[in-house]
């Protein structure tokens, strides 16, 4: 079933990396410090992205 597109957790973290609301639906990250390891990759990945304050109209 890898083949389908499949949403594995949501993570919503502020400015800083942390924490504002996470969601995982699968056990990939079966440990607190693995998820937390996670949000810490995916935030080093993402935080030079320009971040739009408002919507695009």
Do not use: H
């Not at 996470?22 to 693995?34: G, H, Q």
């Amino acid at each position: 079933m890898e083949s389908c597109p499949s949403v594995k957790n949501i993570l919503l973290l502020d400015s800083e990396g942390k924490r504002v609301a996470v969601k995982y639906y699968c056990d990939d990250w079966p440990t607190n410090n693995a998820k937390e390891t996670f949000e810490k990759s995916v935030f080093s990945k993402t935080q030079k992205t320009n971040a739009r304050t408002e919507g695009d109209v």
